[in-house]
């Protein structure tokens, strides 16, 4: 391993519990790492843009967010125009999705004037940023997605899911561990293994092998019923777009970002960004197991072109002509195989209460 980087005072922190009660699990980890208040990432980064750790779909191009609008817009149409309506954002990031997304659905009569627009976001800078993009749309800030009032709701949740924290399990010769993190002889923090369990964990499978190793995020069933709880009482659909796995195999996903690059997990404690795959058939699960219609997954490739990506692109290369290799690499970069087409996967949830309207654009 490459020299480490200094411990922050997060990692210290967390160094003096785990030498008080021992070593702890992959979400408790992640959830101080990211949660914080005081030195938790979402609480005190700047995580978006070249000055950030990533970057997500709406800041490679406006074409996202566009596609992301015409979708909502079609959507509200699909379920008779409710007046009013609210309009939900998890983790908007700059605002740039979000301001994209109303470009296009004011042009359709009726969807401004009905629109209640509320952003879930925790971070203070990251608030301002989104203000400023959204100039004179009003909108209102919430910590939680439950501070949102009841009504006819579309919800937007883009690269949410997987900042939630998961726990990590590992099947060893004589049956499976859980992945813990503890210290090293320099009191830095390491993963190690706990002892063995006493019966398998409910996400492993029967031909996992030696060296299996199983993910699975404790928040995710109460996330999705918070939404399936909000739908339930109201029509409305959730759009969920978020890399992960659709094939149910068994691997480590769980990675950090620092300023672009990946990095040793434990390292930059509080200053990388934390992600780990979404497990979307246990998503679809949990949302069918809470009443709620589910459509796709479907790669975001296939989302993206059903939506008519291209055809986006080559009007927009016609009107600028000297743009044309920037929106070409842009376009690839959101759709390509060996770019975000691939690994990122969409689906939607649907209220019970919606009119008899088939399934969303797209999926």
Request: hydrophobic fraction near 40%.
């Amino acid at each position: 391993m490459p020299e480490r980087a200094p411990p922050t005072g997060l990692e210290a922190r967390l160094a003096r519990m785990i030498t008080e009660c021992g070593p702890i699990s992959i979400d408790a980890f992640m959830g101080q790492a990211l949660y914080d208040p005081q030195a938790g990432y979402y609480a005190t980064q700047q995580p978006l843009g070249s000055r950030g750790d990533f970057t997500t779909s709406p800041e490679i191009s406006q074409i996202f967010g566009e596609l992301i609008g015409l979708w909502v817009a079609q959507s509200w149409l699909d379920i008779g125009s409710p007046s009013p309506f609210h309009l939900i954002e998890l983790g908007p990031g700059r605002g740039t999705l979000m301001a994209d997304m109303l470009r296009v659905c004011q042009r359709v009569p009726g969807f401004m004037a009905a629109l209640h627009l509320h952003l879930i976001e925790t971070n203070p800078p990251l608030k301002e940023a989104q203000r400023a993009a959204l100039g004179v749309i009003p909108a209102h800030w919430h910590n939680t997605l439950n501070d949102v009032p009841d009504g006819d709701t579309f919800i937007i949740a883009n690269e949410f899911f997987d900042c939630l924290p998961v726990r990590q399990y590992v099947r060893g010769e004589q049956g499976w561990h859980e992945k813990l993190v503890g210290l090293d002889a320099e009191e830095r923090l390491t993963f190690g293994l706990g002892p063995v369990l006493s019966e398998p964990p409910a996400c492993a499978q029967p031909d996992d092998g030696v060296g299996a190793v199983r993910e699975v995020a404790p928040g995710l069933p109460s996330l999705v019923e918070t939404i399936a709880k909000r739908l339930r009482t109201a029509s409305g659909r959730a759009l969920i777009i978020d890399y992960g796995d659709v094939s149910g195999q068994a691997g480590d996903s769980f990675q950090a970002l620092y300023r672009h690059q990946k990095i040793y997990a434990l390292d930059h404690v509080g200053e990388a960004d934390l992600t780990a795959h979404v497990d979307f058939a246990a998503l679809i699960s949990v949302a069918n197991a809470c009443g709620l219609g589910t459509s796709g997954p479907v790669s975001q490739r296939q989302f993206l072109q059903s939506l008519g990506i291209e055809a986006r692109r080559d009007a927009l290369i016609h009107a600028n002509p000297h743009c044309e290799s920037d929106l070409t690499e842009s376009v690839e970069r959101l759709i390509g195989e060996a770019h975000m087409g691939r690994l990122f996967h969409v689906v939607a949830l649907e209220s019970p209460l919606n009119a008899a309207a088939g399934p969303p654009i797209g999926l």
